[in-house]
């Protein structure tokens, strides 16, 4: 049974960073994808990132590509979101996932999910 927690979402000011964590269990002998999602305000969940939990290759959505850097620790059962010059629009719930393909963008290709963290962004 794989299981997902996230941590780390704040209240921060516009060009703050921030890194959000998805702590994991049951991954360990999985090639899956992590990935992470976001939904804002009146908005569909949407791609954020994905790494392959074995080899670490990484996918990004372009909105967030040269701002956002997804990584694990493949010792620690942990996945991490590290986000850069962050903006307004940047304000959602965060959301890890597992169980889908590197590639894969769509939520409900996605099996497994934790509870979600929220991160909001002042200007």
């Known amino acids: 049974q794989v299981r997902l927690v996230e941590s780390g979402g704040g209240l921060v000011q516009t060009g703050d960073s921030l890194t959000l964590s998805c702590a994991t269990s049951g991954l360990s002998s999985s090639d899956a994808a992590v990935a992470w999602f976001r939904q804002g305000p009146g908005k569909e969940r949407g791609f954020v990132a994905s790494i392959r939990w074995r080899s670490g290759g990484t996918y990004y959505a372009d909105s967030v590509k040269g701002r956002f850097t997804i990584s694990r620790d493949n010792a620690q059962n942990m996945a991490y979101l590290r986000m850069d010059r962050l903006q307004a629009e940047d304000t959602a719930v965060y959301y890890c996932?597992?169980?889908?393909?590197?590639?894969?963008?769509?939520?409900?290709?996605?099996?497994?999910w934790g509870q979600g963290t929220q991160v909001t962004v002042s200007s």
């Open positions: 996932a597992a169980g889908a393909g590197l590639l894969d963008t769509l939520p409900q290709l996605y099996e497994y």
